[in-house]
């Protein structure tokens, strides 16, 4: 099937415990970018989650008593694997997903980076000890693993999105529950059919595939054996799962929605600029909650980037991801499409000016054109709300503290990118804009070894990097007394 090499890769059912689990019902996974069905699914249910949190339960003991370096030769031994079937990765993503394959086996690496970089750093989770207050005590600080972690993830990049929670929690020596987009099964099946070769142990990592995303949330969320909860999606959806996580106090960690601005300051590289924005605003057809949402130039060089902008604009070529020199895929579904629809159709009822695209692409029903905004304000449905499409508002500004304001004028704080030159300027906007992670003249700054998350609405929590442990570990402080005889 679709040129993919290692057929065995191909997985339709969860798996729990180490076990191939079926289910009596199934639901199709479609290709965005034909509509035809890639492969049909079993369709867990609220048993199988709780079968899950019980595998994933009992195999934590052994796992978390491993020595670091021994679950690192076990994690090395995954991420290997994941680069050996890199191509066949790729493949089965750009099939469930969309995006091109260039960009799909650029998520394929990026993903198994992070199960690299944490097999690494899970060696080096020191403690502490502390000068105590008193000669007959002894105050030392260790980490521990924090038990059962569950997980629900989105479509959008159904690779690195799970490596970026597992390979951190597995390092720290958690076990580990995942609940992938339904839209998006077949790359997390892949990726435990390659832990179990890896030689993970049964339990360790477990993936539960079904569609009632509520039922299955709601084990998640609420099991007693589950010790930390980690979510990337939207933001509604995030603030539901929190409430439900605080019956049983679980920790909880959230990646959730963006609504980044792209300033363009007068002094910036506009070529630079130009080919950041590109980048930032339409990789994954625009569908990441990093991506540039708003695009914000000022005055005197409005003409000139908006020119240049829109010209490559139109030489995005678009169409199906599996095919060569593709940049642009379909978008995830015709609902997605529609919704971009009624933001552009909206701006332009307020006001807004179609520059470039505006309507679905020919390449059928699940494509849009690159879009160009013009004459924008922060006001717009479009400079308001998330697009997850490939749309660009352009809104011009005239002084850097207009432009601070209107930039953090959100309840939102994932990803910001400004270009300017002017080292004291880089300086003062770097420090006022209200955001988690702030590309400066760079518009691709997710990488394995830096802290990625939100501040305000868009979450809690870091993933990757030194940070990224954290979040699965609990501080233990031990007070050794009796020690002066
Ligand atoms: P997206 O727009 O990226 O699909 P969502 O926040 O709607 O963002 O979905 C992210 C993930 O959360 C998906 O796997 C989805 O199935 C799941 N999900 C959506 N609603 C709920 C819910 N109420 N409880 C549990 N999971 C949910």
Redesign the pocket.
Known sequence: MYKIKDQALIKTCSYIAGNWQSSQTSFDVLNPATGETVAQVSDASVEEATLAVAAANKAFKAWSALPAHERAKLLRNWFNLMMEHQDDLARILTLEQGKPLAEAKGEIAYGAGFIEWFAEEGKRVYGDTIPSLSPNQKVIVTKQAVGVVAS?????FPNAMITRKAAAALAAGCTFVV????QTPLSALAMAELAERAGIPAGVFNVVVGED??GI?QVLTTHPDIAKFTFT??TA?GK??IKQCASTVKKVSMELGGNAPFIVFNDADIDEAVKGAIISKYRNAGQTCVCTNRIFVQKEVLASFTERFAVAVKNLQVGNGIEDDIQIGPMISSTAVDGVIKLVDDSISQGAILHTGGNRHHAGSHFYQPTVLTNVTPDMSVARNEIFGPVSPIISFDSEDEVIAMANNTEYGLAAYFYARDIGRVWRVAQALEYGMIGINESIISNVAAPFGGVKQSGSGREGSKYGLDDYLEIKYLCMGGISQ
């Open positions: 629900i993830t989105p479509w959008n609940r992938p987009a339904t995303a509520v949330g999606g939207s959806v539901i799962l």
